[in-house]
């Protein structure tokens, strides 16, 4: 309002300086032009000062500073009308960016939560944001460049400069903790009208394979064929002896033999389907753990010890040189024996017969505070075909095994927040590692 008041001034002001001084009265003239400076300068500065106020508002709103406030009670009703409207953006930008963070943040916690590894990449490989399990997958503490990835694996860094929207590739990648079969996939996004790469990492290891899922399917199914393939022959002869007891015309005695063998194959049969549900009873009821300080070295003497029974233990040169003697861990110590107690004997049984049998047991802790156990033997190794199956619960390829040993170690793995893996080199190496 007042900026139409001073322009309407100036113009009629210079009108009648123009008419003066064409009418001779250079006197008056002189007044209306200084008029006309007067009221030049007021609107300047008016302007200057409503410039300088929205220069300073946005700077403030760019710096996060929300403190700043205009006064909306004091000056030319302009004056009060724009402070009101700065302090109502003020307020509404205030109210958008609290949200915004708050979004972010609940971002952050759900991309922390998950397990596959989230990596987004700029076309120049650096890194705008990554995941807790993008960095333990990698085997890096901070990742702000591909570049990084040189001190892990140099083929790491070349496959990740190399992704493209669409890609969908596995990675063997070799660290402290062992060997790790990395998948890769990697989706196109637009930030900020730039494009961005989405990269996915999974560790195969740690997922379920078909193969293992199919097997909890199918576990009802079996249990049910077994229990009643065990019931029905009870019921059987149980009914026909029944039926031989209540039969008046039948002697005692001439029943006699018939009576002892049918409960003789009741009694054969009840212990078979005892021991099998004895079995599954192992496996699906694994303890919480019970965790406790120890000393490592002691416990895997400890180990050793409870595997000396073994028919070829003498024969096997069993290396502890890689366990440091000062090491603590805390853990559940029962539980954990079990473990490397099933993979100490299987690796035992598998040397049996071998001149040369060695087993190699080291534990070491890394830089994030983790404890790596590895359980090395020289022996046949395991068929490539057989590797994705060892851990699947029943399955098993010797004779008198049960096939719930490795799965009940990957259980108990899985209950202490851990996990445990394998790698084997046919003819020459089996490697078992557990991570806690």
């Not at 609290?98 to 650096?126: C, D, R």
């Not at 031989?244 to 009840?270: F, K």
């Amino acid at each position: 309002m007042h900026l139409l008041f001073f322009l309407l001034i100036i113009i009629s002001c210079s009108v009648a300086t123009c008419i003066l001084f064409i009418g001779g009265y250079n006197a008056w003239g002189v007044i209306a032009a200084l008029v006309v400076v007067y009221y030049v300068s007021k609107t300047l500065t008016f302007y200057n000062a409503v410039n300088r106020k929205l220069a300073y508002f946005f700077e403030s709103m760019e710096n996060d500073d929300y403190s700043v406030n205009f006064r909306e009670k004091k000056g030319t009703s302009a004056e009060m009308f724009l402070n009101y409207i700065l302090n109502k953006m003020k307020h509404i930008i205030q109210k958008t960016r609290i949200e915004a963070q708050q979004k972010e943040k609940f971002y952050e916690v759900i991309l922390s939560s998950i397990h596959s590894g989230i990596v987004i990449l700029n076309p120049k490989g650096f890194v705008l944001q990554t995941n807790v399990a993008a960095l333990k997958l990698l085997g890096l503490n901070v990742f702000t460049h591909t570049r990084q990835l040189d001190r892990v694996d140099p083929a790491m860094t070349s496959l990740f400069d190399s992704l493209k929207p669409g890609d969908n590739k596995t990675f063997s990648l070799t660290m402290e903790r062992g060997t790790v079969q990395l998948s890769i996939k990697v989706t196109g996004i637009t930030i900020d009208n730039e494009a961005q790469r989405l990269v996915v990492v999974h560790d195969i290891n740690n997922e379920m394979d078909e193969k293992e899922i199919e097997s909890w399917i199918k576990l009802i199914r079996v249990l049910s064929h077994e229990i009643m393939n065990s019931i029905a022959p009870i019921t059987s002869l149980s009914d026909t002896l029944l039926n031989l007891y209540e039969d008046q015309s039948v002697d005692a005695n001439a029943i006699r033999p018939t009576a002892m063998n049918g409960l003789h194959v009741i009694s054969e049969t009840s212990k078979g389907l005892v021991s099998f549900v004895e079995s599954y009873r192992k496996f699906t009821r694994i303890p919480t753990p019970s965790r406790e300080l120890f000393n490592v070295s002691e416990f895997v003497q400890r180990i050793v010890i409870l595997c000396s029974a073994e028919d070829n233990f003498n024969s096997v040169k069993i290396d502890m040189s890689g366990v440091p003697e000062d090491l603590k861990l805390y853990a559940d110590a029962n539980l954990l024996g079990q473990v490397l107690i099933n993979i100490v004997k299987n690796a035992i049984q598998a040397l049996r017969g071998r001149k040369d049998a060695a087993i190699e047991v080291k534990v070491w802790k890394t830089e994030d505070n983790r404890t790596i156990f590895t359980i090395k033997d020289n022996g046949p190794g395991i068929p490539e075909e057989l590797m994705k199956q060892i851990f699947v619960p029943f399955f098993t390829t010797k004779e008198q095994g049960s096939g719930i040993g490795l799965s009940i170690a990957r259980q108990i793995m899985r209950a202490h927040g851990g996990s445990i893996r394998v790698h084997s080199v046919p003819d020459k190496e089996t490697r078992f590692t557990i991570e806690l």
